[in-house]
Every structure is written in structure tokens, then in C-alpha cells.
């Protein structure tokens, strides 16, 4: 079975910095895009970066020069480092990733992490 698991969500306060991870885990499959979403209480889910199985990235406007993706292809493992956090970032934060098994195509989502930034 394929799955998304996310870790290092936390509490933390405004300035401060933390590191998500994301795993996929199980066999017969290869991973193309990944991406990171976050949904703060009230509001849509909405897309944070992307990073490409060749390595490019793209972020959102809010998160730009703050946050960084990483990917680890032998390890199917995606890094969100987020510094100088604001109060405006906690959310739950969603990896997403998109997975090939032979020629079919999914889009898996993890369970979520809290991130929450106090001010």
C-alpha cells in the first residue's frame, strides 16, 4: 500500500523556523511531482511548492524566500524548510505527490501536519 506520511509540524514562535518532511512509502511505484499545500482553519486548501522529479521548484508568492523544498529521489522524501515564520502560516500542512504505477497515474495525499506560529 502507497502512502503519504508527513512529519515535523509543531508549535513555534513568530521568526522562528521548521522543517517538514514527507515520505512515500511502499513499492512498485515511482514518484513524479511533489508538493506541499497547506489549510488554515476556515479557509480553501491552498498550494504552497512543487518541485519536479528533475528537481525544479516553484512556490507560492506568500512563501517565496522563506520556505525551501527539498527532494531526496533515492529516499522518495520531500523537505519543506520554513523560516521566519509569521502567525499567517499555521495551517495544516499537506504533502502531495503524484505517483506512477506502470502507465497509470495517481495523486496521493498525506494525513497532514499541524504547523502553528504563534505571535
Known amino acids: 500500500q502507497v502512502q503519504l506520511v508527513e512529519s515535523g509540524g509543531g508549535l513555534v514562535q513568530s521568526g522562528g523556523s521548521l522543517r517538514l518532511s514527507c515520505v512515500a512509502s511502499?513499492?512498485?511505484?515511482?514518484?513524479?511531482?511533489m508538493g506541499w499545500y497547506r489549510q488554515a482553519p476556515g479557509k480553501q486548501r491552498e498550494w504552497v511548492a512543487t518541485?519536479?522529479?528533475?528537481?525544479?521548484?516553484n512556490y507560492a508568492d506568500s512563501v517565496k524566500g522563506r520556505f525551501a523544498m527539498s527532494r531526496d529521489n533515492a529516499k522518495k522524501t520531500v523537505y519543506l524548510q520554513m523560516n521566519s515564520l509569521k502567525p499567517e502560516d499555521t495551517a495544516v500542512y499537506y504533502c502531495?505527490?503524484?505517483?506512477?504505477?506502470?502507465?497509470?497515474?495517481?495523486?496521493?495525499w498525506g494525513q497532514g501536519t499541524q504547523v502553528t506560529v504563534s505571535s
Open positions: 511502499g513499492s512498485g511505484f515511482s514518484v513524479n511531482d
Open positions: 518541485t519536479s522529479s528533475e528537481g525544479s521548484t
Open positions: 502531495n505527490a503524484q505517483l506512477r504505477v506502470q502507465t497509470l497515474l495517481y495523486n496521493v
